[in-house]
């Protein structure tokens, strides 16, 4: 049964940087690309990033562009969310997910299982 | 490629039946799913390529559609489906995009 374990949220001032991580079990992670989701306050479902499974790929939202980075260590089976530059408006509980189809976006890939959530509050 | 979902919320009693629409700004085959999310808690996958069934999910659950249409049908609801339902597409990725979902309330 793949598990999926995030760490590192907490409070952060507007300009801030925060590391979040996921940890997986139950899985060959090696395989797998990963993606992060965000959900904010009250809001729906937000996609942030994806990586590849040998972390050669990675993708991401427009609102992050430039601000967040994704790497994984297959050693350790995490998967990170470097996210600098905090906006209030990052504040969320970001999941991390498992991309179900395996090692590479694609198209009519889905997100299977997600990890509890960490939230991330941005302010001031 | 945006998607829509209707209604925002709805209200029904248990043992009815349900259906929630999800509509594409273009065409995306059938690369839509559905995820089911109770409060405090993480999105729960259900159904992928439009109409596959997750193993594990009651077979009161359905999908549909094709092209820029999708619904997700609870043929008889039971009291633990209500919540809020999203739909996902990843035809065209990145960016993978969601719904703005779908709460179900107990009438």
């Known amino acids: 049964q793949v598990q999926l374990v995030e760490s590192g949220g907490g409070a952060v001032q507007p300009g801030g940087s925060l590391r979040l991580s996921c940890a997986a079990s139950?899985?060959?992670?090696?395989?797998?690309?990963m993606h992060w989701v965000r959900q904010a306050p009250g809001k729906g479902l937000e996609w942030v990033a994806f990586?590849?499974?040998?972390?050669?790929?990675?993708y991401y939202a427009d609102s992050v562009k430039g601000r967040f980075t994704i790497s994984r260590d297959n050693s350790k089976n995490t998967v990170f969310l470097q996210m600098n530059s905090l906006r209030v408006e990052d504040t969320a509980v970001y999941y991390c997910?498992?991309?179900?189809?395996?090692?590479?976006?694609?198209?009519?890939?889905?997100?299977?299982?997600w990890g509890q959530g960490t939230l991330v509050t941005v302010s001031s | 490629i945006q998607m829509t979902q209707s209604p925002s919320s709805l209200s029904a009693s248990v043992g009815d039946r349900v259906t929630i629409t999800c509509r594409a700004s273009?065409?995306?085959?059938?690369?839509v799913n559905w995820y089911q999310q109770k409060p405090g808690k993480a999105p729960k996958f259900l159904i992928y390529?439009?109409?596959s069934l997750q193993s594990g999910v009651p077979s009161r659950f359905s999908g549909s559609g094709s092209g820029t249409d999708f619904t997700l049908t609870i043929s008889s609801l039971q009291p633990e489906d209500f919540a809020t339902y999203y739909c996902?597409?990843?035809?065209?990725?990145?960016?993978?995009?969601f719904g703005q979902g779908t709460r179900l309330e107990i009438k």
């Open positions: 996902q597409q990843s035809y065209s990725t990145p960016p993978i995009t």
């Open positions: 273009q065409s995306i085959s059938s690369y």
């Open positions: 997910a498992k991309a179900a189809k395996g090692p590479r976006l694609e198209p009519g890939d889905w997100f299977d299982p």
């Open positions: 390529a439009a109409s």
């Open positions: 990586i590849q499974y040998d972390g050669s790929n990675k």
């Open positions: 139950g899985v060959i992670f090696s395989t797998y690309g």
